[in-house]
């Protein structure tokens, strides 16, 4: 029970083994357990505790916690050589005991939901956290269906408002409370307004969000009770209220925050092992998709300088010190929730187009809707094309207002309709179609055809003049394939689809003993989802293209599973990827395994299919596809600025088709004919894919051995004290 057990001692300290820890990456909370400590806080507990570390020859830990939890082991660690000296004048250790143990190191790991921790990215659990609300208020959508009422819903977050922010930002709020940025004075009018407007649209939902910790300009708390009151007594609206409270700590973890968490902590193990008495006490942190680890206690007070800022009324400055990503999600939401009137809007008189490409991805109508609204805001008339390429050439194009796309964030698909046509058969209808529509840029959202037909378009710029305007991709697939981007819009939802089933099928196993399940995934060529949906569920192996296999791999790996029967873990799971192999199918593969463990384990096989496409699109996917979409709008209107000359626009530099994605740690906006190079067009895939470097990783947590390249893990880096290191996603 977290600190308390290293005080108490005895039954609470345990040596673990592999087959103790086996089965519990699914399962939510904590099985260690965690307690608040008062004793620990005594330099009494701290003494009793150092007294049952050393009879056991513990010198190392790994603390999973809060900044209150890492400060506590930091001051553990100062504290150290002075508590054996005691321990030992009291005759409680003997000198040698002194000598042998004199230095204890610690790594830190941030487990905490509020994502409140500055100098990471994401701390272990906010994802979970984003699931079960963004639940919650995909539930109370539907009631709002046949009921014309307002939600007031409070979630967590006493000092730091990131998940009401978030899923404000998921769910197309009407409005959100958090403590950093309390609203002006006068709020309560504005807020009535925004409400009537709403209903007078026919919009039978308002969704409000409070931050448990919300609190107005003069540091008084804004309740969600006090929100209900007064939507109630100015408008009569039917309003309720819904206190999320401990469901947001439940249920089982999100496919991100097991891979994160899984990250975390081979980088601490590591982090243990190279730690000298000269390395000061670090922190394990998610910097864009690498592991870094950071100086403990810059961390720790940079996060404290927050609640400072807050306590002084220096709100911007406490927004600016979350970190860019906060700050970003906090100006998109801005951006998109509150419709400026139309006369207060500029005219640009530029008309722009947005539609679909490729196979659908959950995230695509976050997108769309980021695009048509920030479109509007910055003056342009946006027209959405249905069908992708294919409609485009058919003319099935129309303008597209504000109010179209409310309420598109949370619906899975595309609203749109997408094909998969390439663009190359229809080059005079579509340059028809946009002469006549007087379209000046195209926005397309979509996976490796969307990549292909602007290369297409570009191509052909030399013969229609038409093409030769700002065109910009934004990759959404659920194969995560597109060359130029770390992720893709859809692929976060296609990992939770395939993890949740696999827990399913796991747990169907428990129930049957010795029995091994072939699972084939998505993806294509590319092995992303093979790859990291096998780390997220805890599988024994990956088939993937990407790393060529032979009999002899199949063979051992069937060696490796029987083994694993003779333990208490009687199951197994192995992932394929649909393309690993021509002739190594998933049919011969479950053949070949049923054969050989005749006697030993029986075999079953599912086949994953379409459902990886659908369902609700995930938190991250929401937000990636909102904010990454609201940066392609924004480039749309610069190059448009840029491109106008004497009454047209016309484009025809190579930087003038980019595709905008996620690479490390920033959205960088790439021209399509540099990506050529980066590409493998037969198999549809990028020549170098990020994630493979963790292959070894769920190999090691299978019970392979292996080596673990430490090529991303590295020394300690410096938080920059006045702008915190963070990915401008905040890996969303």
Not at 366 to 395: L, N, P, Q, S, Y
Not at 699 to 713: F, G
Request: aromatic letters at 8%; a neutral charge.
């Amino acid at each position: 029970m977290g600190y308390q057990g290293m005080v108490d001692g005895g039954d609470n300290i345990v040596e673990v083994s592999w087959e103790s820890v086996s089965s519990i990456l699914q399962v939510g909370g904590t099985v260690i357990g965690s307690a608040r400590c008062k004793s620990f806080r005594t330099r009494e507990g701290r003494l009793q505790a150092a007294c049952n570390l050393v009879q056991r020859g513990i010198t190392n830990l790994c603390v999973i916690g809060g900044d209150g939890s890492l400060t506590g082991a930091n001051l553990f660690r100062e504290e150290w050589s002075g508590l054996l000296e005691e321990l030992a004048q009291k005759g409680q250790i003997d000198e040698e005991a002194v000598k042998k143990y004199a230095y204890l190191n610690i790594v830190g790991m941030v487990g905490s939901i509020d994502n409140d921790f500055c100098g990471t990215d994401m701390t272990i659990g906010t994802d979970s956290a984003l699931h079960r609300i963004i639940e919650v208020v995909d539930a109370i959508m539907t009631t709002a269906q046949s009921h014309q009422r307002t939600f007031v819903l409070e979630v967590m977050g006493r000092h730091c408002g990131y998940l009401a922010l978030v899923s404000a930002l998921a769910c197309g709020a009407d409005w959100v409370f958090i403590p950093e940025y309390p609203p002006e004075e006068g709020w309560e009018d504005s807020m009535c307004v925004k409400l009537s407007e709403n209903r007078a649209r026919k919009k039978r939902l308002n969704i409000i969000i409070v931050a448990e910790g919300a609190i107005d300009c003069h540091n008084k708390p804004i309740t969600s009770e006090k929100v209900k009151d007064l939507v109630v007594q100015r408008l009569g609206f039917d309003t309720r209220v819904t206190i999320l409270g401990h469901v947001q700590r439940g249920g089982t973890p999100s496919a991100f925050d097991r891979i994160l968490a899984s990250r975390m902590g081979v980088e601490a193990v590591l982090a243990l092992l190279e730690a000298t008495p000269a390395t000061p006490a670090c922190v394990v942190s998610l910097s864009g998709n690498q592991a870094v680890r950071l100086p403990l206690m810059e961390c720790v007070q940079m996060t404290q300088e927050v609640q400072k800022a807050m306590d002084e009324g220096r709100f911007v400055e406490a927004v600016k010190l979350r970190g860019r990503s906060f700050e970003n999600n906090l100006n998109t939401y801005k951006l998109l929730s509150h419709k400026k009137p139309d006369a207060e809007l500029p005219t640009t008189n530029f008309n722009v187009a947005v539609l679909n490409v490729g196979a659908p991805a959950a995230g695509m109508n976050a997108a769309v809707r980021a695009a048509v609204r920030v479109g509007i805001t910055e003056g342009h008339k946006m027209f959405a094309v249905i069908d992708g390429f294919e409609g485009f050439a058919r003319g099935k194009i129309k303008e597209i207002s504000w109010g179209d796309v409310g309420g598109w964030t949370g619906q899975g698909g595309s609203i749109l309709g997408t094909k998969r046509t390439l663009p190359a058969k229809y080059l005079e209808k579509i340059a028809d179609q946009m002469r006549t529509n007087n379209i000046n840029a195209l926005m397309v959202i979509g996976g490796f055809e969307a990549y292909l037909g602007l290369l297409e378009l570009s191509a052909a710029r030399e013969k229609y003049d038409e093409f030769c305007v700002p065109m910009v991709m934004v990759p959404a697939t659920v194969s995560n394939n597109v060359p130029g981007s770390d992720f893709s819009i859809g692929a976060d939802t296609a990992l939770n689809t395939i993890t949740d089933t696999c827990d399913r099928i796991k747990q169907s196993a428990s129930g049957t003993k010795r029995r091994v399940f072939i699972i084939e995934t998505m993806g294509g060529y590319c092995g992303y989802l093979a790859n990291m949906g096998a780390l997220a569920a805890g599988a024994d192996a990956a088939y993937i293209f990407e790393e060529q296999f032979d009999i002899r791999e199949l063979q051992a790996n069937v060696e490796h599973l029987t083994e694993k029967m003779k333990t208490s873990i009687q199951r197994g799971l192995v992932l394929r990827n649909e393309n690993c192999n021509e002739n190594y199918t998933t049919d011969f593969i479950y053949q070949l395994y049923s054969e050989e463990g005749k006697g030993v384990f029986d075999c079953r096989k599912n086949v994953l299919g379409h459902m990886q496409q659908g369902g609700a699109p995930s938190p991250f996917d929401r937000n990636f596809g909102t904010k990454i979409s609201a940066k392609a709008m924004q480039w749309i209107s610069k190059k448009l600025k840029e491109t106008y000359r004497k009454g047209k626009i016309f484009a025809n530099t190579d930087d003038s088709v980019c595709l905008l994605g996620m690479r490390r740690r920033n959205l960088v906006f790439q021209p399509v004919a540099e990506l050529k190079t980066e590409t493998d067009f037969v198999h549809r895939i990028p020549k170098e894919q990020w994630w493979l470097k963790l292959r070894p990783l769920m190999k090691i947590l299978a019970k392979y051995k292996t080596s673990y390249d430490v090529s991303d893990s590295g020394q300690l880096e410096h938080v920059a004290m006045h702008s915190p290191k963070e990915a401008e996603t905040g890996a969303i």
